[in-house]
């Protein structure tokens, strides 16, 4: 069975999918009709924002985030989170978060524990992420790690509860980090991969 719309999306007048403006770190700021998210203050450090939509069946789903500005170490983070994942850190900085690192050769976070994975990416990359059936997978530019289709080589496996969308800026020391949620296929710059969805089916 499909997971339901959360209340916030129903509220809005749809299911219409964006970055959560009453879920994220007030030191984000988001545009673009909630699609884009800006870290607004210089300090450093991590904040977060998750997504107006979880879900927490088996079926196959899909977004995208594009790097829209990224300093060059590239620090910023993302993939899925329950919503007891802190919004003041990274995702995967705890046990209700699993991310993709773009730094330091590209590597996957949870539980604040991060092993060598992928590659590191950066300003302009479109990272795909899939979930299906407790599994998560990142591809960056359509090159997958692992095979979503095939069910093979996830990032994690064995998720559990609802998982939302989430991203994770660093600062706002120039240029400022900022990324774009790519929730709806006519958005999307990359196919899902068989078996796979749009996360936000409106």
Same mark, same amino acid.
């Given at each position: ?44 450090? =991590? ?7 979880? @879900? !927490?069946? %088996?079926?196959?789903?899909?977004? &995208?985030?594009?790097?829209? *500005? ?11 989170a329950t919503s007891s994942a802190g919004l003041g850190n990274y995702v995967g900085a705890d046990a209700y978060g699993w991310g993709y690192y773009g730094a330091e050769g590209g590597k996957k ?21 899939? =979930? ?7 591809? @960056? !530019?359509? %090159?997958?790690?692992?095979?979503? &289709?095939?069910?093979?080589? *996830? ?48």
């Amino acid at each position: 069975m499909r997971s339901m719309p959360s209340f916030i999306a129903l509220a809005s007048g749809g299911t219409s999918v964006t970055w959560n403006p009453s879920d994220k770190s007030a030191d984000i700021t988001l545009s673009e009709s909630n699609l884009r998210a800006t870290r607004n203050t210089g300090a450093y450090g =991590y904040r977060s924002a998750r997504a107006t939509l979880g @879900k !927490n069946d %088996t079926d196959g789903w899909y977004f &995208e985030v594009i790097i829209t *500005a990224m300093e060059s170490g590239g620090y910023q983070m993302l993939g899925i989170a329950t919503s007891s994942a802190g919004l003041g850190n990274y995702v995967g900085a705890d046990a209700y978060g699993w991310g993709y690192y773009g730094a330091e050769g590209g590597k996957k976070a949870n539980s604040g524990t991060l092993t060598a994975y992928g590659s590191n990416f950066a300003q302009s990359d479109v990272i795909g992420v899939a =979930y299906k059936n407790g599994k998560v997978w990142f591809a @960056k !530019n359509n %090159t997958w790690n692992g095979s979503p &289709e095939a069910d093979t080589g *996830a990032a994690f496996t064995g998720i559990t509860g609802e998982v939302f969308p989430m991203l994770s800026l660093y600062d706002a020391v120039a240029p400022v980090d900022s990324a774009n949620g790519r929730f709806k296929s006519s958005a999307f710059s990359y196919s899902p991969p068989s078996g796979f969805s749009a996360w936000d089916p409106s």
